[in-house]
């Protein structure tokens, strides 16, 4: 059964969207607050997502950027801004559809069943735990015993891939490619001291890595653990 996470501060608008999904046999979840949705979606991962962008506090933005950390699931924006801008930047930072509001229910249930049709069967799982910390996908956050684990920008990206892509391979020309542009892909001294700072920070000894693996002349690889 799919399930649907709807985000909106307006309660008659939640109401009237849940009756027509339950009229549906639709599974769904409801949140009037980002952060309420980003815990919601942790909790209960969703087949699709509908959201405001104007939320209480952290904005509609903050969420599909949330989300976007460890889920590829189809967000549809169901939001009264109808500029261009606002359309664009929703777009640019991982929305897949935008309806303006008012909105027909008809056209709405339409665009929700073809981005069902689209997603991914599996959602990801935004929190990845391994014996010394703890990967949080969703807030780009790593936290060890002792409290969290400061990486730069640059340290995050490249976890972020490995950790996305646990148990397999990455090539160092992927990784540069995806870390610091489509310029790259030869600079593999880059990564030698990136991932030297990241190890230092990480693992529990440096210098026998036992979660980022490099796999000479290929890559690098991340192992959670048992």
């Known amino acids: 059964m799919t399930r649907v996470l709807v985000v909106d501060d307006e309660a008659p608008i939640l109401r009237a969207l849940a009756a027509n999904l339950r009229a549906r046999d639709y599974e769904y979840d409801v949140a009037a607050t980002a952060e309420e949705a980003l815990e919601v979606a942790a909790r209960n991962p969703p087949d699709v997502v509908i959201l405001d962008l104007g939320l209480p506090g952290m904005s509609g933005l903050d969420v599909i950027r949330g989300l976007r950390g460890w889920t590829d699931v189809p967000i549809i924006v169901l939001s009264a801004r109808d500029g261009q801008a606002d359309k664009v930047a929703a777009l640019d930072v991982g929305a897949d559809d935008y309806v303006t509001k008012p909105f027909g229910m008809d056209e709405l249930l339409a665009r929700l069943r073809a ?19 703890v990967v949080d996908l969703t807030t780009k956050r790593v936290v060890g015993r002792d409290g969290e684990i400061r990486l730069t920008p640059t340290e995050w990206h490249l976890v972020e891939v490995l950790v996305r892509n646990a148990g397999r391979l990455v090539s160092s020309r992927q990784l540069l490619k995806e870390v610091w542009g489509p310029a790259y892909g030869q600079e593999t001294n880059y990564l030698r001291v990136h991932f030297a700072h990241i190890r230092r920070k990480l693992e529990p000894d440096s210098t026998r890595p036992r979660y980022f693996i490099t796999e000479p002349g290929m890559g690098y690889r991340f192992e959670p653990g048992p």
């Not at 689209?118 to 910390?133: L, N, W």
């Open 115 to 133: 981005a069902v049709r689209r997603g991914s069967p599996t959602p990801a799982e935004p929190i990845v735990e391994t014996p010394d910390f």
